[in-house]
C-alpha cells in the first residue's frame, strides 16, 4: 500500500475500512488533546503558561479539522468515525486526570508522544496521500520542549518532585497502551492491518518490534524530563 495514493489503494474495501477507522481515531484523540489543553490551562501558575498552553491547544484544533475535512473528503461522516473511539480514549483521560499543573504537563508530552510514537509506526504502511495526512497531523504542537523545560525546573527546585512524577509518567504508560490495545482489538480493520492481512500489513514479530521502539522511545524522554523510566 505504501507505494500507492489513496485512489488506487482505497479499491480494496477492507484497506478503506482500516484507513477510516485511523482517521476517526486520530481526529478523535486531537478533539480530546484541545480540550484536556484547554482544561489544563486553567492550571497555569502564571499568565505566560496560560497563554503557551492555549496556542498548543489551538494547533491541536487545527489537526483535528485537517483530520474530519479529510474523512469529509473521502465520503465518510466524521462524527460516525470517532464515535467507536470516544469511549476508549475518554476512560483514559478520565482515568489519568492531572492534579496538579506539573501532572498536566507530563501527561500532554508523555502521553500524546506514545500516541504520536505508534501512529508513526502505522504510517509507514499507508498509502502516500493518507501517510503525508497523518504525518503533517503528528507534528510536535510545541509541548514538548515547553513540558521538558518546566519540568526540570520544578525538579531542580524541588528533587522531591521527581519521584512522584516518575511513578505518574509509569502509571501514563501502562494506560496509554492498555487503552490502545483495547481500541485495536475492538476495530476488526484496525487489527488486520496490524497484524498482516491487509495487504503488506504488519506481521505478529513486526508489533513485538514495534511496541519495543516506542517502548525505547519513552525511556528516552524520561531521561530528557530528569525522570527515571
Known sequence: MAAQDWAAASADPQYRAAVVDLLGALAYGELAAFERLAEDAKLAPTLADKAELAKMA??????FEQLR?????????PTKAMEPFAAALDD???????????????KAYVGDSIASD?????????????RKLVLAVLDDTGHGNF?????????????RVGGRLALWARRLMGEA???????VAERD????????????GFDLAAVGEMFTRITKAH???MAALGLAA
Request: no cysteine; glycine share 4%.
Open 189 to 200: 480493520a484496525l487489527s488486520t492491518m496490524l497484524v498482516g492481512g491487509v495487504a503488506d
Open 147 to 159: 513540558a521538558v523545560e518546566k519540568v526540570r525546573a520544578a525538579i531542580e527546585a524541588d528533587p
Open 118 to 130: 505508534f501512529y508513526r509506526e502505522v504510517a509507514v504502511r499507508l498509502d502516500s496521500d493518507t
Open 219 to 221: 525511556t528516552k524522554r
Open 58 to 63: 489551538s494547533a491541536e484544533f487545527h489537526h
Open 177 to 183: 497502551l492498555s487503552q490502545a490495545q483495547r481500541v
Open 92 to 106: 483514559f483521560h478520565r482515568q489519568t486526570a492531572p492534579s496538579d499543573w506539573l501532572e498536566g504537563l507530563v
Open 69 to 77: 475535512n479529510r474523512l469529509t473528503a473521502i465520503e465518510t461522516e
